[in-house]
């Protein structure tokens, strides 16, 4: 069964880069079964999705966060990673990432972590 | 960009019907999906594409979609059902391509 593990930068300062990791267990990220998505939630707010890659390598992120976003994979260490630059309080949230499944369903979590940006 | 409207809110006796909807313009040509998301938990699959489910969740959950609006329907409602619950699209012409519901809650009486 495949699982998910985040962790990263917990605190991070105001226009410094976030930067997360999802380890992959269960299951190869090279699998064209799977591509992957970076997904965040402020304190009682709703979700927000905030990037993804294909197996293959092309990316695609949310334009509302201004080309502060990059994704990639790790295929050494079967992991996702994410680097969001410039951050404000604004991106102060938990971060969730998540396998995509063909029908562009997010089908597996991980359990999330959480970032604090703040001086 | 594309938006998915939900009811902030649903209250639900337990062993009754609950139906969260999701409001969006044609949504009924896209794939919607489904999420239930419980206090200090990650959000966990429940439907998918509109009305299938994945492996483990209760046939009490099931979903429709049509014309402007999709609903995932409990049915015979548990207190472990009271929770947040997010539908989800792909737009494939959006900018924002994956595009979530505002989100409701569901309250078991």
């Known amino acids: 069964q495949l699982q998910l593990h985040e962790s990263g930068s917990g605190l991070v300062k105001p226009s410094q880069t976030l930067s997360l990791t999802c380890a992959v267990s269960g299951g190869s990220i090279n699998n064209g079964d799977y591509s992957w998505s970076w997904i965040r939630q402020s304190a009682g707010k709703g979700l927000e999705w905030i990037a993804y890659?294909?197996?293959?390598?092309?990316?695609y992120d949310n334009p509302s966060l201004n080309n502060r976003v990059t994704i990639s994979l790790d295929r050494s260490k079967n992991q996702i990673s994410l680097q969001l630059r410039s951050v404000s309080a604004a991106d102060t949230a938990f971060y969730y990432c998540?396998?995509?499944?063909?029908?562009?369903?997010?089908?597996?979590w991980g359990q999330g972590t959480m970032v604090t940006v703040s001086s | 960009s594309y938006v998915l409207t939900q009811p902030p809110s649903v209250s639900v006796a337990p062993g009754q019907t609950a139906r969260v909807t999701c409001g969006g313009n044609?949504?009924?040509?896209?794939?919607v999906h489904w999420y239930q998301q419980k206090p200090g938990q990650a959000p966990a699959l429940v439907v998918h594409?509109?009305?299938d489910r994945p492996s483990g969740i209760p046939e009490r959950f099931s979903g429709s979609n049509s014309g402007t609006t999709a609903t995932l329907t409990i049915s015979r409602v548990e207190a472990g059902d009271e929770a947040d619950y997010y539908c989800?699209?792909?737009?494939?012409?959006?900018?924002?391509?994956?595009?979530f519901g505002t989100g409701t809650t569901v309250t078991v009486l």
């Open positions: 044609n949504v009924a040509i896209k794939r």
């Open positions: 890659i294909h197996y293959g390598g092309s990316t």
């Open positions: 998540a396998s995509v499944s063909r029908m562009n369903a997010f089908d597996i």
């Open positions: 594409d509109n009305s």
């Open positions: 989800q699209v792909w737009d494939r012409f959006s900018e924002h391509m994956y595009v």
